[in-house]
């Protein structure tokens, strides 16, 4: 009898570290990291640029990548199809970080922001604990149907990010090259048009499948006559939750600092 309760006992136990297990970790894959990753073709990028979003976020690591250390990311985690698809195929840096973003944030989770973006409050002021996937909605002078997603955040294996990525390597691979064709801003509406009837995108949360998706609106007081006064706010108010261009630091025309 008492071997049979000791069985018994050892067998719940095992149960129980089994369960605990199981909850740490799909509660880890379902938490968007705090890493902050950015983007631009080399590393001569100021200071202020890291220091802005460290500022803010001292519970994050932050991370800037090259575009070798890009290529050198897409070959060990995705192998040479993708690496020079992104190296060779397309030919302008804003798109080769479109692509990019959606491979390392798939692969490990977490935050990704142009590398112009300067951040006014901390990310967890305005990136819910129970969203898996954020980004911001167009100006509606400038666009009502498409997305700006020039600040993601996501969990890792998220399968919208996974569905961004067969795009580009099931389609886009086999078309002319076309800026705005490979443009993130087409890409990502597309695919979560396909999982939800959305003519117009508007901010709040969506529940697709077991996604909760957060938008946040852009807002560009005089269209795209003056895109460096662009910003994006808070879903709760007027405030400004990041710039999308620091016009003083960086020129959007040539894609490089001042």
Known sequence: MNKTI????????????VSIIYYLYTR?????????????????????VKERWMKLNPEYQYHLYDDQ????????????????????????????SDFWRVCILYQFGGIYADIDIVPHVPIREFLDTDTTLYTCISEPKISSTNLNPHFIAATPKNILLKHCIDRYMTEKINNPYEYWEYSITEIMPSVIRKYKDIKIFKPGKYKIKNQIIQLSQEVCPKGNLDLNICYIKSNSNDKKIMSNRDGNLYSSVSHSFN
């Open 28 to 48: 880890k894959s379902n938490e968007i990291p705090k890493v902050i990753y950015q983007t631009y073709k080399d590393k001569n990028v100021p200071q202020i």
């Open 69 to 96: 250390d890009c290529y050198d990311f897409l070959m060990k985690y995705y192998g040479k199809k993708h690496a020079d698809f992104f190296k060779y195929k397309i030919k302008d840096g804003p798109i080769k």
């Open 6 to 17: 000791y069985i018994i006992s050892i067998i719940i136990f095992i149960i129980l570290i």
